[in-house]
């Protein structure tokens, strides 16, 4: 009884990935925030080749204001802001990348393991989480980098050490929600094994909302960065746009454009990821799917 | 002629702890079950045919469940001294399941195609290209048209007859002995679920595969099934061939549930059809009394059946039930 039909060149629906990057285009906000994450990513990448310059090095008078020579002016040590900031975006991305992939990494496996196995396991590694939630994280990231010298890994692991518990708490709630539907039960009934189940069938899952989170964290971190440097608590070889401003704060009142325009770069990148990371979760949520 | 069984479960006990202490939701469980064979189980809403079904393939969640007491036989080898690793082996592989609700049994995010092959990747040694042509032909046998195109579709994309077709095709992929159906149809239009029983037919007879139906639904089981298990709250009360039970069942419980049954005939002088029901509700198991749990819903209850639990009785061949009125004139 295997009446087959000629099938009709079939219309079908875009794919998931193809849908989610049509919604995503179709906000405006979204697509404001991803033009300013080209342009510092492109800054990042190519702005040496173009622009090049040690951003250490004493180029012209000190608090020259911007002008014909200095196009963002110079610092109190006669430094160019410009080759600054260029240098900067470089500093800044990778810290805020490497830092939210620690972040993710801590976050994603601890959230697994607590949401999956439950019981015993869920109540000491939410117990682990909670411990490192009541820490202030400004003053916990403080003592860790004091203990150590501080240096760009040692800045990208404490901002992990601080930023990870939101992560493993959304993984968490994720996988308990998502390890009581049936098509986890009918995995299971196929011979899937434990580990199976968690990456292949609960994460992929789970994902959209651990995106929309991962992007907003990578601006988190950029804050946290800029933050540490501003107290001094930086790498002092790594010139990111939070040492700029730090090391400029004492002349704010004489030379505002060294604060200025570091601080402007920072408030752009981290509007560009938010917007993006907004646009994610619209375009990532069903529900506000127009039909 | 005496068959030896594929699957025989003896005295099998399953424990849920609640606030309240344990309750046992399956007890003394006795069933075997005949290679090539269709075995109906059939029950109420928490009468623990599902429970049945998670049992045997030892996915009873756990805690609060547990499975205390018996045996799960398996071509002779208890699967309940498995590790959960030779248990996962078989899964899938010997004794495979398809569930009620087909719209939400497959993962969203994955195509069809790479969901059937992943499971014959997991259990047969495939390459890419040969699990591939096995789903190819797995979702044609199970009356997909244009497979080679299908596979490549995401499960909202297809009907809820087609998700339920691809589920069988994923159960059959590596052709087990056992295939259990957890209501396969309850959750699908009724020309559909012909179609569904028809297919499932078809399969077991070309692939000699023994299938367990599990429904609420007798006229299912009129239609499908070979032999029948009645139970009720936890317990077995009736057992024999279709036409046995149907034609001539001893268990009150079963007289009730086929007189359940809506008949399509209307008797040009009455206004509305009477529905049958069986009065009552199904008992809390917490609160169970030594004697028949279907005492208090019985129309021939005598007083015996609230003191003592009735035992299996044979009242024909291959047909036993559960009950004192065995034998008593209606």
Not at chain 2, 95 to 110: D, R
């Amino acid at each position: 009884m295997n009446n087959r039909q000629e099938l009709n060149p079939m219309v079908r629906p875009d794919r998931p990935v193809v849908e989610l990057w049509l919604m995503f285009f179709a906000n405006k906000a979204a697509v404001l925030g991803l033009v300013l994450w080209l342009l510092v990513v492109f800054t990042a990448v190519f702005g040496l080749t173009i622009y090049t310059g040690d951003p250490f090095e004493m180029v012209g008078a000190p608090m020259t204001p911007p002008g014909a020579e200095f196009l963002l002016g110079t610092d109190y040590l006669g430094r160019d802001v410009l080759t600054g900031i260029i240098h900067g975006a470089s500093i800044t991305l990778a810290i805020g990348f490497s830092a939210t992939i620690c972040t993710v990494i801590i976050g994603v496996v601890i959230g697994v393991l607590a949401g999956y196995y439950g019981r015993w396991v869920d109540n000491l590694l939410m117990r682990v989480t909670e411990f490192f939630q009541v820490l202030p994280p400004m003053l916990f990231v403080m003592v860790l980098i004091s203990l150590f010298t501080p240096s760009i890994y040692l800045i990208v692991l404490a901002i992990a050490v601080v930023s990870w518990t939101g992560m493993a708490r959304l993984t968490r709630a994720e996988f308990l929600k998502i390890k009581e539907l049936e098509y986890v039960t009918a995995e299971r009934a196929m011979g899937a094994r434990n580990a199976s189940i968690m990456a292949k069938v609960i994460l992929p899952n789970a994902l959209p909302p651990l995106i929309v989170a991962v992007a907003l964290n990578v601006g988190t971190a950029i804050l946290f960065e800029a933050a540490l440097s501003f107290l001094g608590l930086g790498d002092p070889n790594a010139y990111s746009w939070g040492y700029m401003i730090g090391s400029s704060r004492e002349y704010i009142w004489d030379s505002w454009w060294t604060i200025t325009f570091p601080g402007f770069a920072i408030f752009l990148t981290v509007l560009g990821v938010s917007l993006i990371g907004d646009g994610l979760n619209d375009a990532l949520n069903p529900k506000l799917r127009e039909l | 002629m005496k068959q030896e069984p594929l699957l025989q479960v003896n005295g099998l006990c399953v424990e849920f702890s609640t606030k309240n202490g344990s309750v046992r939701v399956l007890n003394q469980l006795d069933l075997h079950l005949l290679p090539g064979e269709a075995l109906g189980i059939v029950g109420e809403s928490g009468c623990g045919k599902s429970m049945t079904a998670l049992s045997i393939m030892r996915l009873v969640p756990t805690p609060p469940g547990e499975i205390s007491n018996g045996q799960i036989l398996l071509n002779g080898d208890d699967v309940l001294q498995l590790t959960e690793s030779q248990m996962e082996d078989i899964r899938g592989n010997e004794i495979s399941m398809i569930f009620q609700e087909p719209m939400t049994s497959l993962n969203p995010v994955f195509t069809i195609g790479s969901q059937v092959s992943e499971n014959i990747r997991r259990h047969q040694s495939a390459n890419t290209s040969q699990a591939k042509e096995k789903t190819i032909q797995m979702l044609e046998a199970v009356g997909i048209p244009a497979p080679e195109l299908r596979i490549d579709q995401y499960p909202h994309e297809l009907s809820g007859g087609m998700r339920q077709r691809v589920m069988i095709a994923m159960a059959l992929s590596c052709q087990p002995s056992v295939l259990i159906a957890d209501e396969p149809t309850t959750a699908l239009d009724v020309t559909i679920q012909a179609q569904i029983f028809e297919l499932l037919r078809k399969i077991q007879e070309e692939m000699a595969t023994s299938v367990i139906l599990i429904t609420h639904d007798m006229s299912v089981i009129a239609e499908f099934a070979d032999r029948v298990i009645v139970m009720y709250a936890g317990r077995k009360v009736e057992e024999g061939l279709v036409r046995d039970i149907i034609d001539n069942s001893c268990h009150p419980y079963t007289q009730g549930l086929i007189n359940c049954v809506p008949v399509l005939k209307r008797d040009p002088g009455l206004k509305r059809v009477e529905l049958n029901e069986i009065p009552g509700v199904v008992p809390n198991l917490a609160q169970l009394g030594p004697g028949c749990s279907f005492a208090p819903r019985c129309h021939k209850v005598v007083d015996r059946c609230y003191q003592e639990m009735p035992p299996e009785q044979q009242v024909g061949e291959n047909h036993y039930a559960s009950c004192w009125r065995v034998g008593d004139a209606a």
